[in-house]
């Protein structure tokens, strides 16, 4: 299994952004990002294969999320990043990173249950 370790999680205003860092202790070809709001299930946010070039990479995104979420990695600190703009209440949760290797199939539905490593996790608080 892979180490994780989050970090960037915090307090913000509606429309405001953070940036979630997800440092890995070794490759993993699958990352992705989960959450968890208060009383629900975990959900997937998005994904990445990051064995695609920077240039012209391949992710996933809920619905809820896109156009507002930019998930992207960086190589030299083999991490992978969660940009959160135009943020609302009820993106509220605990953010997980999460990894998978190569030959899973159905990466790209973000089911959890395929990922086999994951983070300690990181508080999104979204408020007036």
């Known amino acids: 299994q892979v180490q994780l370790v989050e970090s960037g999680g915090g307090a913000a205003q509606p429309g405001g952004s953070l940036t979630l860092s997800c440092v890995r202790s070794?490759?993993?070809?699958?990352v992705a990002w989960f959450r968890q709001p208060p009383g629900k299930e975990r959900e997937g946010v998005a994904v990445i294969d990051t064995e695609f070039p920077l240039s012209y990479p391949l992710a996933y995104y809920a619905d809820s999320v896109k156009g507002r979420f930019t998930i992207s990695q960086d190589t030299a600190k083999n991490s992978v990043m969660l940009q959160m703009n135009s943020l609302k209440p009820e993106d509220t949760a605990i953010y997980y990173c999460a990894a998978a290797g190569g030959g899973v199939l159905g990466w790209s539905t973000m089911r959890p249950d395929l990922f086999d490593s994951w983070g300690q996790g990181t508080q999104v608080t979204v408020s007036t």
């Open positions: 070794a490759r993993a070809r699958y």
